[in-house]
């Protein structure tokens, strides 16, 4: 898990991206709309990066179509703590 993190959040261009999107649904989840506000980050770029970190186990979905919200998965509350500090040491994508 901690290689995915890695890969997912500091060796790819979206990783900066990414991780804003799991700081905010680990204060609270939204859906992808909401998020997209939030981080001032165009729809379409939101729901790139919720479909790669779903198909990753990143994130989880409930409801259907524009219903849907998004949350913390089981395991990346459990790994947030290596992801925290992949962000502390100022990793850059």
Do not use: C, W
């Amino acid at each position: 898990m901690e290689n995915l993190l890695y890969f997912l959040f500091a060796a790819t261009r979206g990783g900066a991206t990414r991780r804003r999107i799991v700081e905010v649904l680990k204060k609270s989840p939204m859906n992808a709309n909401q998020l997209a506000t939030h981080l001032g980050v165009d729809y379409r770029t939101v729901m790139h990066h919720l479909r790669i970190l779903e198909k990753n186990n990143i994130v989880t979905v409930i409801g259907e179509k524009y219903g849907q919200v998004y949350f913390l998965s089981q395991a990346m509350e459990e790994y947030y703590p290596y992801l925290a500090s992949i962000m502390k040491e100022g990793t850059h994508a």
